[in-house]
């Protein structure tokens, strides 16, 4: 079975600078999507960014960016010039490329504060 | 793009008595929903997997009989909570396959008294 580990409770960052939150998983797939979502305190769940395993190129959108490094099985996502309104939990999830079934694995999640 | 209007937001029933939620898929078809649980601070648990027009696929250690799943349409899901007790009070979040990806509606917070 498929796992995601985050192993941060809970980071601080100050406004405008950058943080990096961390995230393993462990799979015996060879194809595979990760994705990072964000959970305000509306509690609605925000799809932050996406990575498909296939491509090598590290995903990114605006600010929100990834480093996938497939062999070491990590995904981390980078927030950079952090503003008040990413202060959110963050989940780190997985989900296996076949099975129109194919549920998300989810890890605990990383609450982030940014300090203003 | 795809949304997912979950209701209702908050209810607050007495122990004993069953609530149901809903999940419709606005602009697109859900052919898969899938069901979470969440206490607070903490991850999302999937309950089960509901595909319209069958059967759901519960999780393990999840009681099928307390939380009916129907999905008899490919835009309506729902969630029943039977006999409600206090310790099923929790936020419940529901989520369907979409083009690109997952999309969630917004959650209900259960509170049994």
């Known amino acids: 079975a498929q796992t995601v580990t985050q192993s941060q409770p809970e980071m601080s960052v100050q406004e405008a600078e950058t943080v990096t939150l961390s995230c393993t998983y462990d799979t015996s797939e060879s194809d595979y999507y990760l994705f990072w979502y964000k959970q305000p305190p509306s509690r609605q769940m925000i799809l932050v960014i996406r990575?498909?395993?296939?491509?090598?190129q590290n995903a990114t959108e605006n600010r929100f960016s990834v480093n996938f490094q497939k062999a070491a099985k990590s995904f981390s996502l980078k927030i950079s010039d952090s503003q008040l309104g990413d202060a959110a939990m963050y989940f780190c999830a997985y989900r296996g490329y076949t099975g129109a079934n194919s549920k998300l694995t989810f890890g605990k999640g990383i609450t982030l504060s940014v300090r203003p | 793009g795809a949304v997912v209007s979950q209701h209702p937001s908050r209810v607050i029933c007495k122990s004993g008595t069953s609530v149901k939620i809903e999940c419709r898929s606005l602009d697109f078809q859900a052919t898969t929903m899938f069901w979470y649980r969440q206490f607070p601070k903490q991850s999302l648990m999937l309950m089960a997997t509901?595909?319209?027009?069958?059967?759901?696929?519960?999780e393990q250690g999840v009681e099928k009989d307390k939380f009916l799943i129907n999905h008899a349409s490919l835009t309506l899901s729902t969630l029943t909570v039977t006999s409600a007790h206090p310790e099923d009070s929790s936020f419940y979040i529901c989520s369907a396959r979409s083009l690109g990806g997952y999309t969630f509606g917004s959650g209900t917070r259960l509170t049994v008294v």
């Open positions: 509901s595909n319209e027009g069958s059967k759901a696929t519960y």
């Open positions: 990575q498909e395993a296939y491509k090598q």
